[in-house]
């Protein structure tokens, strides 16, 4: 599965929110037999990188120049959803 948006509003951050979206979008991939969830973030993002690590996710590669407005590299982060993972 790729995970292509994710966000909660500024008020409502740190309440767990996306921390059950995340897992809910999981729990679906696994379901219909997904093997592993790919997502890109922006470099500087350590915000959303270390949500990420904190779920399970890993580094997995770097697209230079991704972004647009501003230009950035993103990270690609990686899981993987099996039993073994
Ligand atoms: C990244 C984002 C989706 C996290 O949403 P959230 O609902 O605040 O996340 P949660 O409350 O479920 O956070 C769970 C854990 O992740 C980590 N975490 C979340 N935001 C973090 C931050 N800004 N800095 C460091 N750790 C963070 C923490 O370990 C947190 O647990 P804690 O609050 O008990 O310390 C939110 O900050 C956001 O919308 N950011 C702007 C959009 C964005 O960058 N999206 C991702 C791009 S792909």
């Not at 993002?45 to 972004?67: L, M, Q, S, T, V």
């Amino acid at each position: 599965m790729e995970i292509l948006n994710l966000a909660v509003l500024p008020g409502a951050r740190r309440t767990g929110i996306a921390s059950r979206l995340l897992d809910g979008a999981l729990a679906a991939a696994r379901s219909f037999g997904g093997q592993r969830a790919f997502l890109e973030v922006r470099a500087s993002n350590a915000g959303a990188i270390a949500f990420y690590e904190r779920h399970g996710f890993r580094p997995a590669g770097r697209r230079k120049h991704y972004y647009a407005s501003p230009v950035e590299d993103a990270l690609v982060l990686s899981c993987g959803l099996g039993e073994d993972d």
